[in-house]
């Protein structure tokens, strides 16, 4: 699967490296960064705020918890299509072959990427050379 540098029009301004989150939706919603972000941002403290028991904070520049993003995602009419099963193993990788055409958002282990028409669109590539197994993903209402 090819790969393609983007940063989703991430601002210059914004420190750290772990706004996979907010990337993959930008790009594969074809949203701008600024409004992803702006929406995540409540929910993520609202997340934080509840005090649930996890090893880190949910941000949107620090890593955002599934919790927190699946529910936004799904209540903004993305469908959420699973590719792995608990004792079924990797079935799907990411490789163009073994995903839909169109815009996705690819859940890897602990990573989301954006995938546009069979061609990865991240910071770097996430592929290990077309063995990453991919969990399942979403994809944007306009495609259903």
Partial sequence: MRW???DGGKPDSVLG???CVVRAIAIAGNLPYKDVADALRPRCKTFNDK??????????????DKAV???WLLANGW?????MFIGQGCKV?????ELPSGRLIASLSK???AVVDGVIQDTYDPSREETRCVYGY???PTQN
């Fill in 17 to 19: 490296k772990g706004d």
């Fill in 51 to 64: 005090g649930y028991k996890r090893a880190s904070k949910s941000g949107v520049t620090i890593g955002i």
């Fill in 138 to 140: 979403y994809q944007p």
């Fill in 111 to 113: 990573h989301l990427c």
């Fill in 93 to 97: 990788h990411l490789r163009k072959n």
């Fill in 4 to 6: 393609n540098l983007n």
């Fill in 79 to 83: 469908t959420w299509t699973p590719t």
């Fill in 69 to 71: 993003y699946h529910e």
